[in-house]
């Protein structure tokens, strides 16, 4: 049972415009969103997180979004640069079980030039 | 300050021997995890510490032992090993009490044969 989904293994970008990733949960009790980004041979890096009390959260080019009533967030990239090429995970976590993270499957972003 | 470190990069193992994957952080953080990733998935978590002495089963802990003796060092011991036990393994930790925050090694990439 995969409580956090991301439905698209791959998407391709084209430089300077916006990359959108996105990624569903079924469970109501998570009250903390991650997005990493992983480059191959390396370890996943953190990139931003939003709380679950708000909606939105920005930090330079990357932006993510919480419909709690969806059960969904997204990750929004602008403008895309090519070093954004990577593999990005959503992962969440319940409160009190020792920040432990539920990921999803990941999405390979490709920026085409 | 070197961060999370792990060892070996690569390994391959014959079905039932036994081996150790080495974890080390300098950054005096209290939580650590164990976790692996088979291809194509999310981040699974095998074991976590949430401080010396302290270890507990994650989502996937069969055929895993941990010991945390230490804050810097958290090895992870994989018992006869299988080939369901190919996968590429990855250590983290976590600074403080209210971070969500994971700071990941580079992997260990494991096969069983």
């Known amino acids: 049972d995969q409580q956090v989904k991301q439905n698209s293994p791959s998407l391709s970008v084209q430089e300077g415009r916006i990359s959108i990733l996105n990624c569903d949960y079924t469970?109501?009790?998570?009250?903390?969103f991650l997005w990493y980004k992983k480059y191959p041979a390396e370890g996943p890096t953190f990139l931003i997180s939003?709380?679950?009390i708000k909606d939105k959260n920005e930090d330079g080019r990357f932006t993510v979004f919480l419909n709690k009533s969806a059960k969904h967030l997204s990750l929004h990239i602008v403008p895309s640069q090519p070093g954004d090429s990577a593999v990005y995970f959503c992962?969440?976590?319940?409160?009190?079980?020792?920040?432990?993270?539920?990921w999803g499957a990941g999405t390979k972003l490709i920026i085409k030039p | 300050n070197a961060g999370v470190t792990q060892t070996p990069k690569f390994r391959i193992l014959k079905i039932g021997q036994s081996m150790t994957l080495q974890c080390a952080q300098d950054m005096n953080h209290n939580y650590m995890y164990w976790y692996r990733q088979d291809p194509g998935m999310g981040l699974k978590l095998i074991y976590y510490?949430?401080?010396?002495?302290?270890?507990d089963k994650g989502e996937v802990p069969n055929g895993y032992n941990v010991s945390r003796s230490t804050t810097e060092d958290f090895p992870l011991r994989l018992e006869l090993a299988a080939p369901s036990q190919t996968s590429v393994y990855f250590c983290?930790?976590?600074?403080?009490?209210?971070?969500?925050?994971?700071?990941f090694g580079p992997g260990t990439r494991l096969t069983v044969t």
């Open positions: 510490s949430v401080g010396a002495g302290i270890t």
């Open positions: 992962a969440a976590s319940v409160r009190d079980s020792n920040y432990q993270l539920i």
């Open positions: 469970n109501s009790m998570f009250d903390y």
């Open positions: 939003i709380s679950s």
């Open positions: 983290a930790s976590t600074p403080r009490l209210s971070s969500y925050e994971q700071y």
